[in-house]
């Protein structure tokens, strides 16, 4: 198998990334992407739709700290399972939201 890469969006809108990461779970390798979304809605179920493989972390928001932790600490668990070559995060946010998490893993804010 080749690398693994696990997704990190948002998921509440639905905008040109979000676009982006179903037409990429649409080609992808199966197992070669995962995604995760903070969120449930129109992002988690399509991919699903999809046949890839989502994670929800939880919603989180950054005025409510604890929200952020416990979604923290569900991807440091899908981090642990999953074991990723790479984690990509796909907005400022939630590179933010992550990145205690993300511990030294290779990430990158696309």
């Known amino acids: 198998m ?5 997704h ?3 998921g509440n809108l639905f905008g ?5 990461l179903l037409s ?3 080609v992808a390798a199966p197992g070669s992407h995962a995604f995760a979304v903070f969120f449930h809605g129109r992002l988690e179920q399509e991919l699903r739709d999809a046949g890839a493989q989502v994670h929800v972390l939880g919603p989180a928001r950054m005025s409510r700290p604890w929200t ?3 979604a923290r600490r569900a991807l440091q668990g899908l ?3 999953a ?3 790479v984690v990509l995060c796909h907005s400022p946010w939630a590179h933010v939201a992550t990145n205690a ?3 030294r893993r290779r990430t990158a804010l696309f």
Do not use: N, Q
Request: aromatic share 8%; no cysteine.
């Open 83 to 85: 074991r990723p070559d």
């Open 24 to 26: 990429l779970a649409r």
């Open 16 to 20: 040109g990334v979000e676009r982006f």
């Open 79 to 81: 981090l642990r399972s």
């Open 2 to 6: 080749g690398i693994r890469v696990l």
């Open 68 to 70: 952020v932790w416990r």
């Open 101 to 103: 998490a993300l511990g």
């Open 8 to 10: 990190v969006a948002p």
